[in-house]
Structures are given as C-alpha cells and as structure tokens.
C-alpha cells in the first residue's frame, strides 16, 4: 500500500536533480575585454587630415602588423581620433612622428615620439580620442614612456602626458582627471594626481613623492578609472606596478560623460622636453 508513495517521492527527486545538475556552483564574472593594442608596427604612419574642417588635427593610420589592430582609435564609439596641434607656431613649437628606436624589451622598435621645444600660450600636442558615446564606462589604459631628463630638473614646473575631460568642462560644468609631473624648487620630479572642475579647481589631488620618476629609461604607466558620480568612483594610477594615487570617489561632476581622451600628451611649463610611447593597449576593465 506504500508503493505508490515512494515510487512519486523518487520520481520527485529524480526531477528535481535533473533540473539542478547544470546550474554551475560558482558565480562567474564577466572578464575585461581588449579593445585596443598597437606598438606603431606595420604600415602604421601619421598623415595629415585632409578634411580642412580639422586643419590642426593629424591622423594615425594603419594596421599594426603584430596585433591586428587598426588606427584611428574608435573605442566606446568615438570618430575622428588623432594627434591635435594646439598653438604649434607652425608645427615648430611642437612635433611629432613615429621613429624606430630601442624599446623597453631592448630590441628596435616604432613608437610615437613627441617634441616641445617652447611654449606660446597653451602649446600642446596630445592623441585625442574623439566625440565619444559611450562615456560612462570603466576603462583601462597602459602604455610604455619613455622622457627625458632635462625637464624633470627645471625649478617649479610642470608636464603632463595623459588626462580626461567630461563633456561641458569648458564651460564649468564638467570635470578633468589628469596625471602631472611637478618640479620643486630644488628641481626635484614627483607625481600628482587631479580631478578638477578647472585647471585652478582641484576637488581632489594626491602627491606621491615616494616613487622615483624615470629619466631617460623607459617605465609603465597604467590608468583605470571606473566612472561615476557617487563615492563608488575610483581613478587609478600606477607606474612600474606601483601605486602613485588611488582616488576612491566621484569620477565625474554633475553626471556628465567622459567627452575625449588625451591618450598620450605633451604639454606643460617644462622646455625643452620630449618622450617616446610604444605598445599601448586599452581594456574595458582592468585586466586580473
């Protein structure tokens, strides 16, 4: 008479057990994606704009031959990426090109070289990633640099290589995180690290003293920042695996999206002063 009820019991189990034996034990987690690498290798090269509507901008074109990627860079949707000339006097305040040179493996290498020989206002030549979309999502960026040493023992300057801006930050409204190197009056170089809602606004800032700033040796720089207008915020920097600034907190002001990234600058107080960059890649998250 108890047959039947043991018999419904197991099929019971036996549903239940088919049911669970593909759900995995372990939450997974989506891992960072690359979506951006190059070296400058290949048929890599800079060429004037041909639009005349962006007569101070040059292109980087190409495939690199070693990764597959193409340039101009169009991550998170950006168009019209490249080298932009701000008061270059002509292109003799400041240059760049793509030369072959020794590399941080220690073999020959293309990388971006970029000069300033003086300064007549706002002198600049940063890589620009241009008119983005999708400005409210974390990214992860790393290169190799490489500057000389001369600049870095001026009194009370200052050179900057990479920086964000949000849209609006012109007007006041937005927000800027950028990475410096300063110069005390003993001519000594150490890092700083800023979000600003304007070049003479800090609304956070961290020196670092502590880690050595090369010269004439190539090092790495990596950035990651997740985007955000609440305390869940966080800008990263480090430099050869070192820590130079952790910021923990808003990333932006007044919600806005990231509107351009200067991959790569040369631009400060600092003159005469140049670099090289090489093997730069870009991560929607940082890498494990």
């Not at 987690?29 to 690498?37: A, G, S």
């Not at 502590?210 to 430099?239: C, M």
């Amino acid at each position: 008479m108890r047959i039947l009820p043991i018999l419904k019991s197991t099929i019971l189990l036996l549903f239940i057990l088919s049911c669970t034996k593909n759900i995995p034990t372990e939450i997974t987690t989506i891992k960072p994606q690359l979506l951006f690498k190059s070296g400058f290798e290949g048929d890599v090269k800079i060429i004037t704009n041909p639009d005349v509507n962006s007569i101070d901008y040059d292109l980087i074109t190409g495939t690199d031959s070693e990764t597959n990627f193409t340039w101009p860079i169009s991550i998170l949707g950006a168009n019209g990426s490249g080298l932009h000339y701000v008061e270059d006097d002509n292109r003799n305040a400041v240059t760049s090109e793509i030369q072959t040179v020794i590399g941080h493996k220690g073999n020959e290498t293309k990388a971006l070289y970029n000069k300033e020989n003086y300064d007549i206002g706002v002198t600049q030549c940063p890589y620009e990633i241009l008119d983005i979309v999708d400005g409210k999502k974390d990214l992860y960026v790393k290169y190799w640099i490489k500057m000389d040493a001369e600049s870095l023992h001026q009194i009370n300057k200052w050179r900057t290589f990479f920086e964000y801006k949000t849209k609006d930050y012109a007007n006041g409204t937005g927000f800027r995180l950028i990475a410096f190197i300063y110069t005390d009056l003993q001519g000594n170089a150490y890092w700083h690290w800023q979000g600003d809602k304007n070049s003479e606004n800090a609304i956070w800032e961290l020196d670092n003293y502590d880690i050595p700033v090369p010269q004439n040796e190539w090092f790495l720089t990596e950035f990651y920042w997740h985007w955000s207008n609440g305390n869940d915020g966080r800008a990263l920097w480090k430099i050869n695996g070192e820590i130079v600034g952790d910021h923990h907190g808003p990333t932006t002001r007044n919600s806005k999206p990231i509107d351009f990234i200067m991959l790569t600058q040369i631009y400060g107080d600092a003159n005469p002063k140049y670099q090289w960059i090489d093997d730069i890649e870009i991560w929607n998250g940082m890498p494990k």
